[in-house]
Antibody
Framework: QVQLVQSGTEVKKPGSSVKVSCKAS????????INWVRRAPGQGLEWMGR????????HSAQHFQDRVTIAADTSSSTAFMELTSLRSEDTAIYFC?????????????WGQGTMVTVSS | DVVMTQTPLSSPVTLGQPASMSCRSS???????????LSWLQQRPGQPPRLLIY???NRVSGVPDRFSGSGAGTDFTLNISRVEAEDVGVYYC??????????FGGGTKVEIK
């Protein structure tokens, strides 16, 4: 089964941007949708958005709409999530999660997570 | 957006005893295609979430059969028949019926007494 491998830990200043990558290993992104989910310290899971790489169609959560960009490069089987205008509340572990089955309606493959710390 | 409410927040359990947790949605999760896209995930400490159950009651390959899901409409339950030490973590329900957005419950923490 495909595995998702994410980029490493990031430390950012407030007001800056972060870009996290998610590469498919042992397969491609072509048959998947890739979602981005974050978990802030002491909080639960929060969905940020999704892309269907083969179609290039992306949706973002209203909460992030102006600050998040979700993209994918099918040639390298890599998805990206960029979050701008960072603030301390964006400190969290960011996960990519794939839905690999037709009509699954669930996230059955997860990346290992990328810790993003926003601090002055 | 669909609000997912999980209870209890925390569930201290004795090893070998059952555990049960509830997830309630603010509206029916039956999709127009007839499916109910309600899933359960487990997040062990320091690990990414792991899908246990999808479409209410379908167990993912490799998930022990002590985990079972049930429910319909707006009320759903995850049961663990006999809790083992490796089951410690936070359990989340998730709905994908009313997309976008996907929404999660706040989580139920399972810990050993």
């Amino acid at each position: 089964q495909v595995q998702l491998v994410q980029s490493g830990t990031e430390v950012k200043k407030p007001g800056s941007s972060v870009k996290v990558s998610c590469k498919a290993s042992g397969g491609t992104l072509n048959s998947h949708s890739i979602n981005w989910v974050r978990r802030a310290p002491g909080q639960g899971l929060e969905w940020m958005g999704r892309i269907i790489p083969i179609l290039g169609i992306a949706h973002s959560a209203q909460h992030f709409q102006d600050r998040v960009t979700i993209a994918a490069d099918t040639s390298s089987s890599t998805a990206f999530m960029e979050l701008t205008s960072l603030r301390s509340e964006d400190t969290a572990i960011y996960f990519c999660a794939g839905s690999t089955g037709e009509g699954l309606g669930a996230f059955d493959v997860w990346g290992q997570g990328t810790m993003v710390t926003v601090s002055s | 957006d669909v609000v997912m409410t999980q209870t209890p927040l925390s569930s201290p359990v004795t090893l070998g005893q059952p555990a049960s947790m509830s997830c309630r949605s603010s509206q029916s999760l039956v999709h127009s295609d007839g499916n109910t896209y309600l899933s359960w995930l487990q997040q062990r400490p320091g690990q990414p979430p792991r899908l246990l159950i999808y479409k209410i009651s379908n167990r993912v390959s490799g998930v022990p059969d002590r985990f079972s899901g049930s429910g319909a409409g707006t009320d759903f339950t995850l049961n663990i028949s006999r809790v083992e030490a490796e089951d410690v973590g936070v359990y989340y329900c998730m709905q994908a019926t009313h997309f976008p957005p996907v929404t999660f419950g706040g989580g139920t923490k399972v810990e050993i007494k």
